[in-house]
């Protein structure tokens, strides 16, 4: 059974970095075809991508936002890790880490998030 | 603005059937990129509906298709239930932007 988990700071100040942890289980960030991606949703918005680390160490980013992001591997071999940089209130949101798949013979465009965490809230406030 | 658009709501009586589109363009579900729809329940993490865009992941009702056509997609939902109300959203990847993309939400109500 894959399961994720996010978690960071709920509470983080304008201009600072924020730092979010995706702690999974049921599967292994290395196993051909599987992605750990990260989609955030401003309250009462629409849901918005932001990032994808795939099974290889590719990575994709948000356009809009691709200055200000970085998805990494964590410390454990069990977690993703995603940082935003220079925070502006318009970043306060839920974000959602998720696991990815990629369709059988197909390429790294065509992956699907099939299994997704709770939601961590991030206010940016002063 | 959603480069890839959906009406804001829709709406319909139990039993009844209803369609939500996703209009995108020839730089997403014109490329023939996979379009995938999520269902998010009030208060809740989206939830996969349908993936590749006409499939669906075990455990999703037969009430739930989808379908593509040229830039559009749309997903149907049969036979509507209470706990059908919802928003759902399509996602594909544009390979203009490099990158995925959300519709901008459909809020679904079952009168």
């Known amino acids: 059974q894959i399961t994720l988990k996010e978690s960071g700071p709920t509470l983080v100040k304008p201009t600072q970095t924020l730092t979010l942890t995706c702690a999974f289980s049921?599967?292994?960030?290395?196993?051909?075809?599987?992605?750990v991606g990260w989609i955030r949703q401003p309250p009462g918005k629409a849901l918005e991508w932001l990032a994808l680390?795939?099974?290889?160490?590719?990575?994709r980013y948000s356009p809009s936002l691709n200055t200000r992001l970085n998805i990494t591997r964590g410390t454990s071999k069990n977690q993703v890790v995603l940082t935003l940089t220079n925070l502006d209130p318009v970043d306060t949101a839920t974000y959602y880490c998720?696991?990815?798949?990629?369709?059988?013979?197909?390429?790294?465009?065509?992956?699907?998030?099939?299994?997704w965490g709770k939601g961590t809230t991030v206010t940016v406030s002063s | 603005q959603s480069v890839l658009t959906q009406p804001p709501s829709v709406s319909g009586a139990p039993g009844q059937k209803i369609t939500i589109s996703c209009t995108g363009s020839?730089?997403?579900?014109?490329?023939?990129?996979?379009v995938h729809w999520f269902q998010q329940l009030p208060g809740t993490a989206p939830k996969l509906l349908i993936f590749?865009?006409?499939n669906r992941p075990s455990g999703v009702p037969d009430r739930f298709s989808a379908s593509k056509s040229g830039s559009s997609a749309s997903l149907a939902i049969s036979g509507l239930q209470a706990d059908d109300e919802a928003d759902y959203y399509c996602?594909?990847?544009?390979?203009?932007?490099?990158?995925?993309?959300f519709g901008g939400g459909t809020e679904l109500t079952v009168l």
């Open positions: 998720s696991h990815s798949r990629r369709r059988p013979g197909y390429n790294l465009y065509y992956y699907y998030m099939d299994v």
């Open positions: 996602h594909s990847y544009d390979n203009s932007l490099g990158g995925w993309l």
């Open positions: 049921g599967f292994s960030i290395t196993d051909d075809g599987v992605g």
């Open positions: 020839s730089s997403n579900i014109g490329t023939n990129f996979d």
């Open positions: 590749g865009d006409n």
């Open positions: 680390l795939y099974w290889d160490g590719d990575k």
